[in-house]
């Protein structure tokens, strides 16, 4: 597959098929219309893939990456789709280290090109259907300083702990047969457990027709009303699932993110985490429905798994 990078027409090509399937867009106004600059009048006048936009009151110039994360690159574009090509294929992401190996650029450069792929296959559409909600962790404990207390246990008015908190939003995959796509997710840091943050972030990522379905935190309980049903389960009473009721699969994202710092990443910068977050929910995004396997135990009796 990195060979089909090698040239970087071909990579162009490639990339203007996937940024616009329906035909040339205007970078700057939106416009369809554009013309192809390049080899006018049999002499070639501009690089190739620069395109004029035919709008009168625009004429902006523009190529594939403009306005992209992308833009005005110095890399060579069959550096990036061999780079997005890596990070896709890996199940649970790939560490600058290993991407600047592979690639042959210098790990910050690896590192700044990781970030500009995952704003890439961020996604923005509210979730819809059943979706399912939980608050995450980011972040490891900071270094202690001279003068350090213990994070409060209770005390009145300190955090319990001093890492960075996250909500998480993971879709019910809306059609359960074998092979059918297994949901998206949205998951954002917020400042504090407040309702407000907990409000920002919800009304971005879950539409207010959908079914919402979390545990017993209060900030949950009163923001439910703003979705057409909410249903809770009951953590703290070791209840986990009312029937079709449960957030198991947020508990699975989560669990999926901390694999993935802990496996590939090492750490991740709580600024950062969002990105973070968009890639581990495109990799969630593309599993597919697999289905229940029967098995048969040792004693003949039939279990699905
Ligand atoms: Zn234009």
């Known amino acids: 597959m990195i060979r089909v990078f090698q040239d970087e ?11 616009w399937p329906k035909g040339r867009i205007c970078a700057a106004c939106g416009y369809r219309g554009s013309i192809a600059l390049m080899g006018r009048q049999n002499r ?9 936009c035919s709008n009168g009151v625009c004429r902006s110039q ?28 890996s199940d649970k992401g790939i560490s600058s280290i290993r991407l600047a190996e592979a690639l042959g650029v210098s790990q910050p450069t690896a590192w700044r090109m990781g970030h500009a792929l995952r704003l890439m296959v961020g996604r923005e559409q509210a979730l819809d259907g059943v979706a399912k909600i939980d608050g995450l962790y980011v972040g490891s404990k900071p270094w202690r300083e001279m003068n350090y207390s213990p994070p409060g246990r209770g005390r009145k008015g300190e955090p319990k702990t001093l890492k960075t908190p996250a909500l998480v939003a993971v879709q019910r995959p809306p059609d359960l047969s074998v092979g059918a796509s297994a949901g998206e997710t949205r998951a954002a840091v917020i400042e504090d457990l407040s309702e407000s943050e907990a ?26 009303g703003a979705f057409s049903a909410h249903d809770t389960v009951h953590h703290k009473a070791r209840k986990y699932a009312r029937g079709p009721v449960h957030i198991n699969s947020a508990e699975g994202f989560n669990d999926r993110v901390r694999r993935t710092v802990s496996g590939a990443f090492h750490h991740i910068s709580p600024h950062l985490a969002d990105l973070y977050f968009n890639e581990i929910g495109f990799h969630w995004s593309q599993r597919v429905v697999t289905g229940q396997a029967p098995r048969r135990t040792r004693k003949g009796r039939q279990v699905t798994k």
């Open 199 to 224: 409000d920002r972030v919800l009304t971005e990522a879950v539409d207010p027709k959908a079914h919402l379905m979390s545990d017993e935190w209060k900030e949950f309980v009163s923001l439910g």
């Open 44 to 52: 070639r006048r501009a690089r190739s893939g620069l395109y004029q």
């Open 9 to 19: 027409d071909h990579c162009r090509y490639l990339l203007e098929a996937m940024a």
């Open 62 to 89: 523009f190529t594939v990456t403009t306005r992209t994360p992308l833009h005005a690159t110095k890399l060579p574009l069959r550096v990036w789709l061999s780079g997005l090509w890596l990070m896709l294929q």
